[in-house]
């Protein structure tokens, strides 16, 4: 199998040379910024042949230097890709090996996010995807889809030989990961995981059992589609409510959770001895 060579993203434009490259690959891996990512243990899961591809900042799942065949997709912004503005480009690419590092795929979603010059990226090797408008005729339209949701359904439209993996895709929201409520994160599962069920892309981890299954048996009258769509916008809506709240709360309690840390570093060792000795 002949596999593209480091820095083949450079000035790659059309739908057609990035299908080129995907179909060179057994399997294409897509990767969450998640806790749930355990680096070595997919490496071992998937062949020599695979492509994982990374989000942004990918010093976020990999804590060393990865040595697989990577592509990092930079999402654009109104101001340019973040670790552009932000000057983190160097240390995302740093982690991944100059020898199978193909290079930067920058994409596009909206007419407002302005794409970035090769340049921009320290001259690492740049190609571009405008997808303006890809998931404007059924996303929901308060909201903009994510980067990785996007490239899984673009994805799958190009109907590639190769395998479309997700791995870490669960949206939960921890102290160290943010679940912003800009993204429709409901929709976006519901979304992917039908996907998965009538296997155009496959998830890592698997598909837990669906308890709501079994409602079809308590309202007969009702179609599937019927009882489905009205379980996933009752959750929707309650879920969108929640992560606004729940983003203030994170955002009112930073100050609080900082000083709090800063002090338990600062306890006595006697004090935290004797507190474990109460607990005993």
């Known amino acids: 199998m002949n596999l593209p060579h480091p820095g083949a993203t450079a000035n790659v434009k059309s739908n ?7 179909s060179a690959f057994s399997h294409i891996v897509l990767i969450a910024n998640s806790e749930a990512i355990d680096m070595a243990a997919l490496q071992r899961d998937y062949p020599d042949t695979a492509l994982f591809v990374f989000f942004n900042k990918v010093y976020k799942v990999l804590g060393k230097p990865f ?6 997709i930079s999402r654009a ?6 670790i552009v503005y932000r000057g983190e480009v160097a240390d995302v690419v740093k982690l991944l090996a100059p020898e199978r590092f193909l290079g930067i795929m920058n994409v596009r979603l909206h007419t407002s996010e302005k794409l970035n010059t090769q340049a921009d990226y320290l001259n690492n090797p740049t190609g571009h995807l405008d997808l303006t408008g890809f998931c404007a005729d059924f996303y929901p339209s308060e909201k903009v889809p994510t980067t990785g949701f996007a490239m899984s359904l673009w994805l799958v439209d190009q109907k590639l030989p190769a395998q479309v993996v997700l791995a870490g895709f669960s949206a939960k929201r921890s102290e160290k990961w943010r679940v912003v409520s800009v993204h429709d994160w409901t929709f976006e599962q519901v979304f992917l995981r039908l996907f998965a069920r009538v296997g155009k892309l496959s998830m890592h981890d698997g598909i837990a059992v669906n308890s709501y299954a079994q409602l079809a048996s308590r309202f007969p009258e009702l179609t599937a589609a019927e009882i489905s769509s009205t379980v996933a916008d009752v959750v929707s809506r309650r879920l969108n409510e929640t992560d606004a709240q729940v983003d203030k709360l994170i955002s009112l309690t930073n100050v609080l959770r900082s000083v709090d840390l800063f002090l338990r570093r600062l306890k006595p060792r006697f004090l935290k001895k004797r507190a474990g000795e109460k607990q005993s």
């Open 16 to 22: 057609e040379d990035w299908r080129a490259i995907f």
């Open 77 to 82: 912004q109104p101001k340019g890709a973040n």
């Open 67 to 72: 040595a697989g065949h990577a592509l990092l």
